[in-house]
């Protein structure tokens, strides 16, 4: 395999991000992309370098040349193109969650098991450097054996109601990726979730039957604790940070700003808030997931982050949701798709 | 009044901590210190410059020279000498907790109302000056209304066994500071608690039906919501901290270290671990207390620290352990309370 | 101007590293890259998209298509390819310093702005983002007027013996970034120099009659004084901070590390190393800088690093130098470079 | 000797600083205090237990039962109380500087040497715990043999006209702590000065012939070098490093601010401003001070701070007058004060 040939399902702004990094690889063409909207399409696909533009993504999945897919595309439209990418023989990555439903991903990941192709699931964060040290140190033994673990994740705004509709809610839109990271940090499985939520930032969430502020405590099968805070509106920036304690010590990163510059004045010491913005703060974790994904692609490597890791945190999010619900601690259904 | 007069009731590691703080404020006179075990009490007290040393506290109350008493007895001794002192029309100081059951701190408190004297409870984080400032920086608007709360508590090592087994267990001996703090620095009462508790560190503390580390989440009055974390050892200090999120923003306290030197060699960058004694960490706080109650005898200031706080954080402490063996979110059973 | 068209010369480390950069800049195209030693050049080019190689830069300066040229041969050569790429009307971008004399920099500048071509320094630190935001913060009179200024630049490792005898010593080769820093945080022009300078870390540099540490003393125009301490060897990495104090308060940067992670173990607090090599601290520096040039080649805005401050930084140098030799403060000789 | 008998000369405010912490030593008392402005000094005396006030303070000098006296008294009487005081066997602390002259220090170092007394200086950085800790590192080897010491030393405000004019001016005043802790950090003495002064805060302080902003440099004996800047009014607080360089790495120590609480807001990253004011800064170091001086008193505990380092400060100080006038690096006359 001389160039890996990619096509891109979906060019909303996930899409174009990823299209853009791709386009930086020298191993890696992306072919085709297609979008049921291909107004200006074009004109973006050019200046970035990409030949062909469709409305209709079998184009994609028809092409022999085309080695692999990134499935960019609404999440309810995920399992059906999942199933016929595979199908086409395709490798695939596909943005999180996989599906809105726990019985839909574990067929997306009947069939990508049965057909073998390759399929990496968007958690970013994994391939942030700061959260990846955290993983290493943890994995190295550094801090010993995991006990506590903490995560914060606070959005600067919340999003408009008409996304919050079609998004699954805060525990399947926004703390998945927390839910991931938990898992990555301390490289054991969720056995039980229990959620404190509220809606103390914006009615219209609420009345959407929706959560704007949350803290979930999860119970690992190593024994160790976590929780997760998550709010929709830190009017300070992106917070983002996970800390692990163990029983020789703990690890933790730290959030990033624009620059590191510190003033002095009279009136105190002042820093520049967080970055502010996801697609800003993971700007290289974004580029590194994509080149992960065509390395695995080209040389066969192992994945970093793989369906079973979306299939994973998505039982988690089930189970937080069930637990806002009932207010009660709830297991995770683990077995039934372990026997799948 | 022109000097206080002290008695001191219990001269154990707190007791005598008290009293050396004490003798450095000029308006106050230690004229006796109590304590069963007399020997070698004497030579200490002299040192210091108390005069009169006895193996029965009644000496105190009965002494109509004094004006004051600091209780620094064991837990169970507490309620019975809270009444003898209150009868006795004497201010009083006791350490935490008040008592063992929330019934007899109830009652403690009863006769302290009828008898009109003051009762300061043993929270010294309130007077430390960084959980201070949090809580004033909350106050004054700065983060906005709270709306997540995160303290992290834990200690460098745990008790001994002998200890653990009269300490009332890790709620009410250790996390019962942290149940304060939470409400110091939101300024709002919690309403229920939920724990996940395990036991990580020491089989022994286990089979003492206690647990080691615990996750603690807190609904408030307001709506915020709360989340403690504690392990009884930190191999890398005494970690103490407190983060309130708000509408406007968000402050935190940071940990303290013997010193603020930074060292850059080969290997990395270094700093002194935490300190890791809470005797240290909390010197100043110690000092800040017994100063803060002198003066409210002295000049009939409001107490920072009043015996309903020390109830408050005993009812959250009593729902802590209802939750750990019912494994339910459990409500605070503040009614009856508020009737007295 | 659809698109610029570039020609490189020198394919040195520099000159690839510009390459590698230009490259993703969508309205440019590197049509030439030209080094004495082509072998293995044309490989190289082929796999980033550069056409044409050769061992002559006449074919860039002769090649009517082609708009502006990186200058990244050695440093003597600078001065006859400037002459001979502003005749030819391209054009430069020249790598510093731009010669090892300030006469023959000044015969430089005479040319360019005789021949009406753009000429750009590569002083890349103007273009890293926390450098910027001290400069635009002292701009923006955050910190009043400027009093002191402190520049920290150390080194990682020398560099070797072979290198140091024709580098121009640790003045021009090193400190000349510093000074232009210097100018660049104050706004303000360098008047006298005094350089206290030892050679502590290799004899091998004191027997080419360098030195390896140095303070440098700098008096400022608008009366501030500023201080730079150099060191070719920070085992601890690339240490790279400055400071400016003023009437109403201090900015200053941090320096960077590959993650922000912090560990407590029951040893201490540890952070990861400083970032150890320039090419990795100042990536997107480099990028910026070349984002820069094309940008005033394209749309004719202003230079953010011009010719002249190439010959102020040298003028620095030139003092530096003398200042060690003759143990005297020396003052700088602007006057004759102002008539020309 | 069961207790140490102390008389303290001059009652200004640094000579109540130290009795107020003499009386908290368990093993000291202060029997007089002398000044020549006696007035309200009985009531303060009364209140922290002093028993004597006078206006002669050969009245201490007399007492057969004081071990020792403070001098704090102002620096134009120091060389004659000196004087009296080893003749009548007093061990003496005296506040700094001992004399505004080189050679009345050596007077009085000679004195102090044929009668056998101590003396301890009141270089109270010495005594501070970050300082401390960065000298212990040097010294234990961490960071190797030391190549540059850069020491920060703002004050948060230039003293009153009328006291620069008695106060000997920036180098003996302010400075000459800073020569201190240079001595200190490094284990090495100073060979060498050049210093660039500046009046750029206020011009009362030029008219007075001083200067208000200084960059001195330093050459040691071991080879390295060593910057100090000075400004009389940084606006931020009061501005307090060191940092030492060295073969195997680097050490510094950071200011404190009176809490360590971070704020964020939507406007950005918040601490509070540096501790203001030296009494607060260095409260603990002023206590360490005294406690380290009745030590060596009472167990002849060898001093951490002699005379003989009062002397090598002033004529550190005398050099950096003689650059400023000469603009010429001046080296230190040790010479003559060796062969005393």
Redesign the interface.
């Known amino acids: 395999m001389e160039k890996v040939k990619i096509g891109i399902i979906g060019a909303g702004r996930i899409g174009r991000l990823h299209a853009e990094n791709i386009v ?1 690889i ?1 191993q890696v063409e992306i072919k085709t992309i297609s979008d049921l909207f291909v107004e200006n399409l074009q004109e973006w696909a050019n ?2 370098g990409i030949q062909n533009v469709t409305s209709d993504y079998n184009d994609i999945l028809n092409d022999s040349e085309i080695d692999a897919v990134f499935i960019c595309s609404p999440t309810n439209t995920h399992l059906s193109i999942i199933r016929d990418a595979a199908k086409a023989g395709k490798h695939i990555f596909c943005e999180k969650p996989i599906s809105f439903s726990t019985e839909e991903t574990k067929e997306a990941l009947k069939i990508v098991k049965e057909t073998g192709v390759k399929l990496q699931v968007g958690f970013n964060r994994r391939f942030d ?2 959260f990846k ?2 993983h290493d ?1 943890v994995k190295e033994g ?2 010993g ?1 995991p ?2 673990v ?1 995560i ?1 994740s ?1 959005d600067p705004e919340p999003p408009p109601a008409e996304y919050i509709k079609s998004s699954g809610g805060l525990f399947v839109d926004m703390a998945i990726h927390d839910y991931d990271i938990a898992r990555y940090v301390t490289g054991s499985e969720v056995v039980e979730v ?1 959620v ?1 939520g ?1 809606n ?2 914006d009615p219209a969430i609420g009345d959407l039957g929706d959560i704007d ?3 979930t ?1 999860l ?1 690992f099968e190593n ?5 997760i ?1 998550n ?1 929709r ?5 992106y ?1 983002q940070r996970v800390e692990v ?1 163990g ?8 959030n ?19 970055k502010n913005f996801f697609l800003d703060r993971y700007k290289d974790a974004y580029l590194e997931e994509t080149h992960a994904f065509i390395q695995s692609v080209l040389y066969d490597t192992p994945l970093v982050c793989k369906g079973e890791d979306g299939l994973e945190a998505e039982l988690i999010a089930e189970a937080a949701k069930a637990s806002l619900l009932t ?3 709830v297991k995770i259904k683990r077995e039934e798709y372990k026997l799948v």
């Open positions: 930086h020298p200046k970035i450097k700061h040290k955290v140190t550094v801090v054996e006990q506590l903490k914060t606070r229990y404190q509220a103390l930032i502020t949350a803290l405590i119970k024994g160790a604790l976590g929780v805070d709010s509106k830190a009017v300070y920036g917070d304690f029983s020789k010590g703990s690890v933790a990163n730290q990033e700003q624009p620059t590191n510059v510190v003033v002095n004045t009279v009136d105190g010491i002042y820093q520049e808030k967080l207010k009660q601690p």
